[in-house]
């Protein structure tokens, strides 16, 4: 298993078109989450899924923005309407329910809104 | 809310001359820090995680402490490779059987570079 992929890794797109990124994380990993990181900033959750069960959304999470796990395998998050405010890193990270050695994050999908 | 400091935003020292970041936060309890290295344009790699005031963890030329308000990355002899952001986070479970899995709150980071 060679970590968590992401993909695309880099997406510029016009505004209000709508986008998905894909994440796939580590296959034993049951846990799969979603952040977004802009420049100078630590990353800020977004969601995340324990199998397939999506647990938690953040309040900062507008409509637009939409995930999903199916078959509690890769994930996909969907931004629609896209804004020129959504530019960032969108990280996606995975883990064990029952090993604390902390989330391995994948590299990451630089979205440029222009 | 959970809050995360760190301290300083950026640092740049000379090739083999130490120093210390340091991560502050406010938590309802302590649960636990990480401690994560990013590179530019890659996601955080994970480096350590601290459990209780007291607590130290060593790799190479990095040593994490932990104190009930505080974290300090002690970094001894540093090389370029070092050179790095340095984030620390902390988690908000749950319940205290899904410790450390949960969603991290992160600080901003200290942008570390070090100078042949």
């Known amino acids: 298993d060679t970590g968590v992929s992401q993909d695309p890794r880099h997406k510029i797109t016009k505004r209000g078109q709508n986008v998905t990124f894909r994440c796939d994380p580590i296959s034993e990993h049951n846990r799969l989450y979603w952040y977004r990181q802009t420049l100078g900033q630590g990353p800020e959750f977004l969601t995340y899924f324990q199998n397939e069960a999506q647990l938690e959304k953040s309040r900062l999470l507008s409509d637009r923005f939409s995930a999903e796990r199916p078959k509690g395998s890769f994930s996909t998050l969907e931004i629609q309407r896209t804004e020129q405010g959504d530019s960032a890193m969108y990280l996606c990270?995975?883990?064990?329910?029952?090993?604390?050695?902390?989330?391995?994050f994948g590299s990451g999908t630089r979205l440029t809104v222009v | 809310e959970d809050q995360v400091t760190q301290s300083p935003e950026a640092l740049r020292l000379q090739e083999g001359e130490s120093s210390s970041l340091n991560c502050s936060y406010t938590?309802?309890?302590?649960?636990?820090l990480f401690w994560y290295r990013q590179d530019p344009g890659k996601g955080p790699e994970f480096l350590f995680t601290l459990y209780s005031a007291g607590e130290e963890k060593e790799k190479e030329r990095l040593k994490a402490t932990l104190t009930k308000k505080e974290s300090f990355l002690h970094i001894t002899a540093p090389k370029p490779e070092d050179s790095a952001t340095y984030l620390c986070a902390v988690p908000e479970p749950k319940t205290r059987t899904n410790f450390g899995n949960e969603k991290l709150t992160f600080g901003t980071g200290t942008r570390l570079t070090i100078i042949p």
């Open positions: 990270a995975s883990s064990l329910v029952v090993r604390n050695y902390g989330y391995t």
């Open positions: 938590v309802s309890g302590l649960r636990g």
